[in-house]
């Protein structure tokens, strides 16, 4: 199983600064990762796929980097809407895995 | 409207079996791989299992094979989950989720049922 990582588990910012992301892949999956949104009570949301790719009206303050195991979720400038927990997912290899997330929290 | 619908969520036993079911409408649920995804309370998101697009090809997570069973009905428009020997650790609410179109193997996930919730507790 391909286990992912996502660091940090919490990452504290203040509205209108940068957020970055990580995901690391225990082997490579090339660019096979997907980025969610989940805020409480909600169901995931698709933002990113192929590593870089939007998703179907996904703002482009959220971009995707990375290939092979390391891999970046930029929130470029944070809004009120944006604290959520993050999720990363490889669609590689089965079973399909997801990290642990990270949650994003106001400053 | 894009919708899928999940339901049979329940509370059972320890041990127990229970079946669920997804609905997809307005969506091209004939022509989409299926999962399943599950969130324990308060925990992050676990995939559960997956089936092609002609239910030929199933693949499940480590810890439910040989006791979850995926299948679909493609003339229904619904996806199942047989869930047998359930344990107290597989509280859940879980999901259906669908892969993007173009993805018949693995696939990122483009929409999501609502989620019904499993309660496991004697």
Avoid: H
Avoid at chain 1, 64 to 87: V, W
Avoid at chain 2, 62 to 82: A, H, M, P, Q, W
């Amino acid at each position: 199983e391909i286990v992912m990582t996502q660091s940090p588990a919490t990452l504290s910012v203040s509205p209108g600064e940068r957020a970055t992301l990580s995901c690391r892949a225990s082997q490579n999956v090339n660019t096979n990762v997907a980025w969610y949104q989940q805020k409480p009570g909600q169901v995931p949301r698709l933002l990113i796929y192929g590593a870089s790719t939007w998703a179907t009206g996904i703002p482009a303050r959220f971009s995707g980097s990375g290939s092979g195991t390391d891999f970046t979720l930029t929130i470029s400038s944070l809004q009120s809407e944006d604290f959520a927990i993050y999720y990363c997912q490889q669609y590689s290899k089965w079973p399909l895995t997801f990290g642990g997330g990270t949650k994003v929290e106001i400053k | 409207q894009l919708q899928l619908v999940e339901s049979g969520g329940d509370v059972v036993q320890p041990g127990r079996s229970l079946r669920l079911s997804c609905v997809g409408s307005g969506i091209t649920f004939r022509s989409s791989v299926m999962n399943w995804v599950r969130q324990a309370p308060g925990k992050g998101l676990e995939w559960v299992a997956g089936i092609s697009i002609d239910g030929g090809n199933k693949y499940y997570a480590d810890f439910v094979r040989g006791r979850f069973i995926i299948s679909r009905d493609n003339s229904k428009d619904t996806l199942y989950l047989e869930m047998n020997s359930l344990r107290v650790e597989e509280t859940a609410v879980y999901y259906c989720a669908r892969n993007r179109p173009g993805y018949t193997y693995g696939g990122p996930f483009d929409y999501w049922g609502q989620g019904t919730l499993v309660t496991v507790s004697s």
